[in-house]
């Protein structure tokens, strides 16, 4: 199995704010991973996928990077509407698995 | 637009049986990787399960292989989840989502989930 894990596990910030989050793999998975956001009581949504590739309607303040097994999700300036958990996940192979998650909320 | 919609969560004895249907509007699952996904109380995401869009390959988590089978009825474009012996931990909300590739597996529509109990 390929361990995911994130840091920070919460993040505090304001509007406007620069956020990064980072993501790692317990092993080699290449650009295979893809971010997602989610809100309470909602499903997740689809940011990044092969690590730096914008899904189609995701807010260009949305940035990914990273190979092998350190990445990063980058907001370049924090939106009311972006206080959310956001969660890794890899697609290295055919059993995804995701990270634990960061909740980003209001300092 | 593309939606989809789950089915047929519920409360269920730990032990019994429950099966889930996923269904779209503004695409056709017959063409669609198809993928469960749940999500405990308070806990992140956790894959369960996904079919190939002619439901000839899938795959599972080690925590559900050999109990859940995933499958799809294309006559009926409908993607289903046959949970067997059902134990407590797998209490959560069950999202059926879609994805572009079997072979690069995220997802990027996902449905509103149905919750399902396992509890005595």
């Known amino acids: 199995d390929i361990q995911m894990t994130q840091s920070p596990s919460t993040l505090s910030a304001s509007v406007g704010d620069r956020v990064t989050i980072t993501c790692r793999a317990s092993?080699?998975?290449?650009?295979?991973l893809a971010w997602y956001q989610q809100k309470p009581g909602k499903a997740p949504k689809l940011l990044i996928y092969?690590?730096?590739r914008l899904q189609s309607g995701v807010p260009s303040r949305f940035s990914g990077s990273g190979s092998g097994t350190e990445f990063t999700l980058t907001i370049s300036s924090l939106q009311p509407d972006d206080f959310a958990t956001y969660y890794c996940?890899?697609?290295?192979?055919?059993?995804?698995?995701f990270g634990p998650g960061t909740k980003v909320d209001v300092k | 637009q593309v939606q989809l919609v789950e089915s047929g969560g519920g409360v269920v004895q730990p032990g019994r049986s429950l099966r889930l249907s996923c269904t779209a509007s503004?695409?056709?699952?017959?063409?669609?990787?198809t993928h469960w996904v749940r999500q405990a109380q308070g806990k992140g995401p956790e894959w369960v399960a996904v079919?190939?869009?002619?439901?000839?390959?899938?795959y599972y988590a080690e925590s559900v292989k050999g109990r859940f089978i995933v499958s799809r009825d294309n006559s009926k474009e409908t993607v289903s989840l046959q949970m067997n012996n059902l134990r407590p931990e797998d209490t959560a909300v069950y999202f059926c989502?879609?994805?572009?590739?079997?072979?690069?597996?995220?997802?990027?529509?996902w449905g509103k989930g149905t919750a399902v109990t396992v509890s005595s």
């Open positions: 079919t190939s869009f002619d439901g000839d390959s899938e």
């Open positions: 989502a879609t994805g572009p590739y079997f072979n690069y597996l995220y997802m990027d529509v």
């Open positions: 503004g695409v056709s699952l017959n063409s669609i990787t």
């Open positions: 092969d690590a730096s």
């Open positions: 996940q890899h697609y290295d192979n055919h059993f995804p698995t």
């Open positions: 092993r080699n998975i290449r650009f295979w």
